[in-house]
């Protein structure tokens, strides 16, 4: 064999050896939780950057470890669940804009039957994290609805650009979004596994980067990034903000910025020493910007009606958001 065929077969070699290696750290990567960034056309563009988080089953609740947690958080148990994708981000008001111009707003079909009950009447609930609430006449009422109550310039703060979490929006709302772009609300478990699972270290941890306390790692009034306010400010910072903070699963704002809708009615986990159901409430998750370090973890349960969009008046009416599973 001459030297120049002998070169070929070595560098042809070398070439396939670099190969395979890619292809299995790859597989390796994907067999964990990888990122997907669905296709731009068609109903598919709807969809955001997703996780695709693999099948199995994790420890969901508190077990009171973390010197943390309340009735409603326990028993710490197992749960089992089937593959499934979730939005690497909160959906964004960019995002929102595109289903408000594509005509969300006028398409029952996007609706839930009650949901869309809600959409046509001329009311606005608003209603403190669990329980209390009240009904006050739009002061727009004349008018068909067609964007979020809490859309307009009356939100607190300044720069609330596209990138930001989509909030004041009520259950329903949520849940129309959801199904135009071809997704619907993650259940409460798919939420928390995306959030708290080291798949790892078969750990569920108390924040998604840790069980130590970072108040640097999410936007709420202790953390010092400019991206959220700065030091004691309280309003939404655009989504990602906070890469240190992400989950093992590689998912974004799991906490603070903005509370998150989810699928499940609020009640009690089975076997509770304390069961409770509430009904007609929906759990919200992850805290928000204004929370402490009790309030952002990955176990927490909060509750509202679903006409609500938080808080307890029109100036505290804005920091409930969400994101889409599949």
């Known amino acids: 064999m001459s030297k120049d065929k002998y070169k070929m077969l070595r560098i042809f070699a070398i070439m396939l050896i670099l190969a395979a290696t890619l292809i299995m750290n790859g597989c390796s990567e994907m067999s964990v ?19 695709t988080i693999p099948a199995g089953s994790f420890l969901m609740g508190s077990s009171y470890e973390d010197g943390f947690g309340g009735p409603e958080e326990s028993p710490q148990h197992r749960v089992y669940l089937p593959t499934y994708q979730i939005d690497n981000y909160e959906v964004t008001r960019g995002q ?80 129309a979004y959801c199904r135009w772009a071809g997704g619907r609300l993650p259940t409460e478990a798919e939420w928390e596994k995306a959030a708290s699972w080291d798949e790892k270290k078969q750990h569920a941890n108390t924040w998604p980067w ?27 910072a655009p989504v990602g903000s906070y890469p240190k903070g992400a989950s093992p699963y590689g998912c974004m704002d799991m906490v603070g910025n903005a509370y998150e809708w989810v699928a499940d009615t609020a009640k009690s986990y089975p076997g509770s020493q304390e069961p409770f159901e509430h009904k007609g409430y929906h759990f919200v998750r992850g805290g928000c910007w204004d929370d402490g370090p009790f309030s952002v973890r990955c176990a927490y349960r909060g509750w509202y009606l679903p006409p609500s969009s938080g808080g307890t008046g029109p100036g505290d009416s804005d920091y409930i958001g969400f994101r889409v599973a599949r």
């Open 210 to 236: 840790g069980d130590t306390w970072e108040p640097e790692y999410c936007n709420n009034p202790e953390d010092s990034n400019p991206a959220g306010g700065g030091y004691k400010t309280n309003q939404s």
């Open 96 to 175: 929102y804009r595109k289903f408000i111009e594509a005509g969300g707003y006028d398409d029952p079909n996007y609706w839930s039957a009650e949901g869309w009950k809600w959409k046509e009447s001329d009311y606005i609930v608003y209603a403190g994290l669990n329980g209390k609430f009240w009904k006050v006449v739009r002061p727009n009422k004349d008018e068909k609805r067609s964007q979020p109550e809490h859309w307009g310039a009356e939100q607190e703060w300044v720069g609330h650009g596209y990138r930001h979490p989509v909030v004041g929006v009520t259950y329903y709302e949520a849940e």
């Open 33 to 51: 939780g990888h990122l997907e960034e669905t296709n731009a056309d068609g109903p598919e563009g709807r969809l955001g950057e997703m996780v």
